[in-house]
């Protein structure tokens, strides 16, 4: 299962490639993912907080910098 959160985007319909009619789902329960890839650096999250509950997170705009934690895998 592949699952986005967002707080500008609520809703991603079709692209120029893909048609992914997806929702963006709520932070909540974060453990219940293989894997939380960051993929751009917001300020309104709280990426202590998403580190720990997350079981590994691949961080691919350095967000997590800062943080100490074998779960975060830099990119």
């Known amino acids: 299962?592949?699952?986005?959160?967002?707080?500008?985007?609520p809703f991603v319909g079709r692209g120029r490639k893909y048609d992914l009619q997806m929702k963006c789902s709520s932070l909540?329960?974060?453990?219940?993912?293989?894997?939380?890839?960051?993929?751009?650096?917001?300020?309104?999250?709280?990426?202590?907080?998403?580190v720990d509950q997350a079981q590994l997170v691949v961080d691919s705009r350095n967000a997590t910098r800062g943080i100490k934690s074998g779960k975060i895998v830099h990119c």
Request: aromatic share 18%; net charge negative.
């Open 1 to 9: 299962m592949v699952s986005y959160n967002d707080p500008y985007f």
């Open 28 to 50: 909540d329960n974060l453990g219940q993912y293989d894997c939380v890839l960051i993929v751009t650096d917001h300020s309104d999250y709280d990426y202590k907080k998403i």
